[in-house]
Structure formats: structure tokens, C-alpha cells
């Protein structure tokens, strides 16, 4: 990679962009989209708006259509230097088709378009994200072992599985994710072993976090076996939430479903989140995974209605200056909201991965091959962290 002054606008094309979450990340990180991809019109809808209102400035999907009929010779033309590329894949193609055995099941997969466009394309690296039962489930795992072995004939692929409550995020998710840089770019390999080590992944704040603190929990139910600390305010939705008399002066958070037989929502316990059904969030805990499938969105822990919008988008970690106007579409706006990466996490991920092109750019190779620092470290007078 070129030593490049604009390294902190280095572009990225983000695939499967939804709401543009992982994009805000990135982007927050120094990163710029330069391109973007989106199926689902409701999805670029919001993505338009959102992304145009967090940002100050006009944003839209530049492909609303299917990853396969991205026309990639347009962003080879745009492309003009190093570039990455992002994007999370559906997970519910993968578990579906993934379920046959070898390598012609996995082909159908989004999985595996998003590989042939990163193929294509040939970014200096990329990311992928995605659920853990790809690499835990017996039924995708081989399958998916099969795209990571593709990968790693023109990649150093280094996999993490991040929860994002451990990193500050008030929510228990987990997710995979897959980073990957042209070995090209590394000259010396013997700097980076050819295992998942070689890519120092965001380190957790709260590690363990859910047995590491005195929980909120219903009345009744006493998990607390040993003296344990209160927990960090930013892992507990509290301060998220909206009263009902600020709810028409905050955008989007007069926005939430209408619930039926009221007399047995009103006798679920704050924190009764160990339902299948109606979870009822706990002030002084953490969200369940925001995986908003069939409307079921959780139940706010005082008021007998359903988290609103605004509410949902705070526990993915996105500011307010983030405003959907599109009325009604609940159902598609919780959607994109539970896929999305959270906002800060996306961030956490970014820095890593800027921080490491930033240090390709710092070791450069002699003819004999062994690398010399150079006298200045792009980005040095600058902390990324403290710009954002």
C-alpha cells in the first residue's frame, strides 16, 4: 500500500449497507463510504435519511439491487487508490441454504456473493460480519470453513467472535467477524502468522460483564450469590430510555407498536427478560440481543408499551441526530434496526483496523526483506479517538 496523506479517508464499499450502521462506524473511525449497496427500498429509505442527517450532508445507496447486479466495473473506476470493503451477509440465507453438505451448497449464498464480489474487486482488505453459529453449528460451520479457505488464497484472514456488551454497548450480542488484508500488502509474513493471532481485535472493556455485575432482576428472582459491584451505567439501558411526556419532542420515539391485552402485560416484572415472549427490559441491566423478528420488540421496563424507535436505535448505539422521517413502516424500521452492527462497536473495529493499515504503512520493506520503521508514523499527530 502506497503511503497515502489522506490515509484517514481511506474509501470503503459497503455491501448489504441496511440502515448504515457499520458504515457510521467506520466512518466516525476516519473512514469514507465511497460506495454503497442495498436490496430492501425501505432500507435505502431510511439509510437516505439517517445517514443524511447524522452527517449534515445529501447520502443515498448508490446500488438498490441484488449484491450480483452491483456493477462493479463502475466502482473499479472510482476506486483510485487503497480501498476496503464491509458488509454483513444475511444470516438467515446462509443457515437455510448452508444446511447441505459441500461445496455446492454454500454457492447459493449471500455468503459467497459477497466473496465473488471481494474477488472481483480485489480490495486492499476487507470485513465481514455475521453470526456465531457459522463457525459453532455443525450444518454451517464446514460450509463456511470452505469461503474462509477461498479467502485465504489471496488473504490473511484473522476471525473474533465479539460480544458487543463487552464493549460498552448496553446490549448481549454476539457476533462473528471476519477481517482480511491481500497478502500482498505484508512482505514479510513471518510479522504476521498465518493463524487468527496476527490482528489485534478491540480489546474488551467488561469482559464477562454479565456475571461480573449485581444485575437487575424481577422481584423474586435472587441470582446475586457473592457481593458484586453495580453495574457501569453505559451497559444499562436506564439512560436510554424516553418518558411519555418527552416522547413527541424526540424524532422516531413516538414510534412503536400497539399491544393488546394490556391486563397481562401490566403483570410481567421489569427484567423479566427470561420469557419467550414479552421480555420486560430491566432499567439496571442490559438489552437482550435487539433482534427484532414477527414485531416482537421488547416490552419498556415501566411503561406497558413496546421500546420505541428511538429507543431501539439508542441500544444499537445510535445517536439521535440519526432521524427516519418516513412515516409508519414499523415493522421494516425495527428490521433494519436489529440487523444493523452497533454503532460503537462498528467504531471499536474501525480503529483497529486503521490502526493496523497504519502500521503496514510505518514498516517498510528493504530489498533483502526485512523491514526498517519509517521516520514518521502516518497519523501520529493525530489521535484518531480524540477527533471523533
Not at 484517514?8 to 464499499?13: E, N, S, T, Y
Not at 446462509?94 to 449471500?110: E, P
Not at 467472535?161 to 500488502?185: D, I, T
Not at 445510535?318 to 425495527?334: E, N, Q, R, W
Request: hydrophobic share 35%; with cysteine; proline share 7%.
Amino acid at each position: 500500500m502506497k503511503h497515502n496523506d489522506q490515509i484517514d479517508k481511506l474509501p470503503i464499499v459497503s455491501f448489504f449497507s441496511g440502515g448504515g450502521f457499520l458504515d457510521m462506524g467506520f466512518e466516525m473511525a476516519g473512514f469514507k463510504t465511497l460506495y454503497s449497496n442495498e436490496i430492501d427500498k425501505d432500507f435505502a429509505q431510511f439509510y437516505k435519511e439517517g445517514m443524511s442527517s447524522w452527517s449534515g450532508e445529501k447520502r443515498e445507496v448508490s446500488a438498490i439491487c441484488d449484491i450480483d447486479e452491483v456493477p462493479t466495473d463502475e466502482i473499479k473506476k472510482m476506486v483510485k487508490g487503497p480501498f476496503g470493503i464491509i458488509g454483513g451477509p444475511p444470516c438467515q440465507d446462509f443457515s437455510i441454504r448452508g444446511s447441505k453438505n459441500g461445496f455446492d451448497g454454500l454457492r447459493g449464498t449471500l455468503t459467497y456473493h459477497y466473496y465473488e464480489r471481494i474477488m472481483d474487486l480485489q480490495p486492499d482488505f476487507f470485513l465481514m460480519e455475521n453470526v456465531p453459529g457459522l463457525v459453532l453449528l455443525k450444518k454451517t460451520k464446514k460450509a463456511f470453513n470452505a469461503i474462509l479457505d477461498l479467502f485465504r488464497e489471496e488473504y490473511l484472514i484473522s476471525t473474533e467472535r465479539l460480544n458487543a456488551l463487552y464493549h460498552g454497548v448496553p446490549q448481549n450480542r454476539e457476533r462473528l467477524f471476519v477481517f482480511g488484508v491481500k497478502k500482498s500488502l505484508v512482505k514479510d509474513t513471518s510479522l504476521y502468522t498465518l493463524n487468527d493471532l496476527w490482528f489485534n481485535w478491540p480489546v474488551p472493556t467488561y469482559p464477562k460483564a454479565e456475571t461480573s455485575f449485581n444485575w437487575g432482576e424481577p422481584k423474586g428472582r435472587d441470582l446475586v450469590k457473592e457481593k458484586l459491584p453495580e453495574p457501569p451505567p453505559e451497559l444499562c439501558i436506564g439512560a436510554l430510555l424516553i418518558s411519555d411526556t418527552d416522547k413527541l419532542a424526540i424524532p422516531n420515539a413516538n414510534e412503536f407498536f400497539k399491544l393488546k391485552k394490556l391486563s397481562k402485560i401490566r403483570k410481567i416484572a421489569e427484567g423479566d427478560t427470561y420469557r419467550p415472549s414479552f421480555k420486560r427490559l430491566h432499567r439496571k441491566k442490559y438489552s437482550p440481543t435487539a433482534c427484532y423478528g414477527n414485531n416482537e420488540v421488547h416490552l419498556h421496563p415501566v411503561y406497558d408499551r413496546r421500546l420505541s424507535v428511538r429507543e431501539a436505535l439508542r441500544i444499537q448505539g445510535v445517536p439521535d441526530s440519526y432521524i427516519i422521517t418516513t412515516d409508519g413502516k414499523l415493522s421494516k424500521k425495527f428490521k433494519m434496526i436489529g440487523n444493523g452492527v452497533p454503532v460503537p462497536l462498528a467504531y471499536q473495529i474501525a480503529l483497529s483496523i486503521k490502526k493496523f493499515l497504519n502500521e503496514l504503512e510505518y514498516y517498510k520493506p528493504k530489498m533483502n526483506g526485512h523491514l526498517v520503521k519509517r521516520k514518521t508514523k502516518p497519523g501520529d499527530v493525530k489521535n484518531p479517538v480524540e477527533e471523533h
